[in-house]
């Protein structure tokens, strides 16, 4: 009896280190990052505008999303998503170099302050980041639960794009191009 316990204990441990390993590897391929089509439930929706605290200790207290009147990019993050490890080094890097005409903020979902500023410490570039710690804003505001998510709003809070899973480079930039062209348009 006590055998066939430790091996029903033994079983049900490896299934669910399997389970486990499964959904927080790190993929190796960007065939996890995938475009919400323009049909997507947000896209074409004015988002509230909410205030988040800041996870920055030099900065504003608050930080407001989306930014009042600027096109704004929401990169929703946590520190123990594998996904987000792979994009922070691409989002950073892209964050160099991007219009002054958008906003990008870093909004940690599901996170602590504590784990989410070491994680975005990694990065070479402080990046705006607000906290959303119980993940409300994401999941109400925003209408997701799962990590990362990037979402392209206009300046008149209106999503334009959203990106679910690790964003690419081209996809921030045609994000970012449609954003601008929403400010040539008003």
Sequence with gaps: MMFLSLGIGSAIAV?????????????TTSTTTTSIPSSAPLVGHTVDDVHLPSLSTDGPREI???????????VFFASWCGPCREELPLI??????KPSEIALVMVASNDTAA??????QRSSVALPAALDA????????YGFGTLPETVFVDGEGVVQKVVYG????KQLNAGTAQLLATITRN
């Design 15 to 27: 299934t669910m280190i399997s389970v486990v390993s499964y959904f927080t590897k790190v993929p």
């Design 64 to 74: 407001h999303l989306p930014a009042h009147g600027t096109p704004t990019i929401v």
């Design 92 to 97: 950073s890097e892209w964050f160099l170099h």
């Design 115 to 120: 784990a989410a500023t070491k994680f975005l």
């Design 134 to 141: 119980d993940g409300t804003v994401a999941s109400t505001t």
């Design 166 to 169: 690790a964003v690419s480079t």
